[in-house]
């Protein structure tokens, strides 16, 4: 039997380092040091969550009957109001009894599922890059994790049928996440059309993380996987009031469709919690049933930001996508500094710059040119950071910069 001190344990050996740890501690340094950080960093919303959603939770959490344990499935008013809103939104009819479940969040959800229907060996398609979770629940439970690109095009679908065809095993499930986090592509639905119909025909799981769903700028919304025909068949779908309804901290998510698969992730979170606490679940539903200008005012927010960013610094030189949804910038390092990699490049921004933003690599290996900025500050906090990163980009032609460089590299 090995001693307690003989090494790390199997699933942890598993999982690199986590990247945004070493900004992170860069961050809390500076800040200790008494430094004005712009933290654009985690993608954590900025906002209050609207006051008729906290005025029900305050409501409930009144009733002591509330106190007790909840349920893992989630309370059947909120089931039924996510399918509700599947209805209105999508077109999509969903049953809230076996294909919608509450989650704590999304991300719970997906490595809960991952864990539920993983064999050790599997074989598991993912976007490289793409949300640490989507590959690492699939890690975590034992899996191997082939990367495929991560734009919702031919280019993905070829790459698809490679894996299918030159992988052993045979892949079992794929992930996709449009709007995307990291990297704010958007898919359309005959995008979504080809992908069901290579799934069902090759006996692939899809999961699809669409918790970006309502932060988008054009004129058509996000589409569900689940509103191509056949698609429940083969797919269960996240989403999350985080984004939504900026209640990050609430832990509010679901699972829909399949329901061979909602049965799975059911029997997996039986064992393992009792549910959101009863108010939360309570001021969800009222979210998903009550008025929605908030979200609209949320999608103009985060709009109004994002010109603000990005015209701010395609200005002071540094010209990026403009993204179409999601509260992310998917930035690709100026070409100055693009040989020191994402982690480097982050730390000497905010060494030099003030602001702080994510690694690209800490969303797969092929983010490693890009970094991500969370458009979560207000517009003067995110002007002042337009004007640090001029300063900073004005500066950094000069010859001492590359020793800097080198001092700062991870």
């Known amino acids: 039997m090995p001693s307690p001190d003989s090494g790390e344990f199997h699933r942890i050996r598993r999982l690199p380092p986590y990247v945004f740890a070493e900004v992170n501690e860069a961050k809390a340094q500076a800040r200790t040091a008494g430094e004005d950080i712009i933290d654009l960093g985690m993608g954590n919303p900025d906002s209050a969550t609207p006051p008729h959603i906290v005025a029900k939770l305050v409501e409930a959490v009144q009733d002591p009957r509330t106190h007790r344990y909840s349920t893992s499935k989630g309370i059947p008013g909120l089931r039924r109001a996510l399918a509700a809103y599947y209805d209105r939104r999508f077109g999509v009819a969903l049953n809230p009894e076996t294909e919608v479940i509450a989650t704590l969040g999304s991300k719970e959800g997906l490595a809960n599922l991952a864990a539920a229907i993983t064999s050790p060996g599997d074989t598991i398609l993912v976007p490289n890059p793409s949300y640490p979770i989507h590959q690492f629940g699939f890690i975590?439970?034992?899996?191997?994790?082939?990367?495929?690109?991560?734009?919702?095009?031919?280019?993905?679908?070829?790459?698809?049928?490679?894996?299918?065809?030159?992988?052993?095993?045979?892949?079992?499930?794929?992930?996709?996440?449009?709007?995307?986090?990291?990297?704010?592509?958007?898919?359309?639905?005959?995008?979504?059309?080809?992908?069901?119909?290579?799934?069902?025909?090759?006996?692939?799981?899809?999961?699809?993380?669409?918790a970006y769903a309502e932060i988008y700028f054009g004129d058509t919304p996000p589409p569900s996987v689940l509103q191509v025909p056949g698609a429940k068949d083969i797919t269960v779908e996240f989403t999350s009031l985080s984004k939504t309804y900026s209640m990050p901290g609430w832990r509010m998510g679901f699972a829909a469709g399949n329901p061979r698969l909602i049965t799975a992730l059911t029997r997996m979170k039986s064992y393992l919690d009792y549910g959101a606490f009863t108010p939360i679940q309570v001021a969800a539903t009222a979210a998903l049933n009550g008025p929605q200008d908030c979200v609209q005012a949320m999608r103009d927010l985060y709009r109004e930001r994002r010109d603000v960013l990005i015209r701010g610094l395609a200005a002071a030189g540094w010209d990026m996508p403009i993204p179409d949804g999601s509260m992310f910038a998917w930035a690709p390092i100026p070409p100055a500094y693009a040989h020191m990699g994402s982690v480097a490049f982050s730390k000497l921004l905010l060494a030099r710059a003030k602001v702080a933003v994510a690694p690209g690599i800490g969303f797969g290996e092929h983010g490693d040119g890009h970094v991500r900025i969370a458009l979560v500050e207000n517009t003067h906090r995110l002007r002042q950071a337009v004007r640090n990163i001029k300063g900073f980009l004005q500066a950094g032609s000069n010859e001492a910069e590359p020793a800097l460089a080198t001092t700062v590299s991870a």
């Open 140 to 210: 975590i439970a034992g899996a191997s994790v082939r990367s495929i690109p991560a734009t919702p095009d031919e280019e993905m679908l070829r790459a698809l049928d490679r894996a299918v065809r030159h992988s052993v095993p045979k892949p079992t499930a794929l992930i996709v996440n449009f709007p995307s986090n990291p990297t704010a592509y958007l898919a359309d639905l005959d995008f979504y059309r080809e992908l069901v119909a290579f799934a069902r025909q090759h006996e692939l799981w899809i999961l699809s993380d669409l």
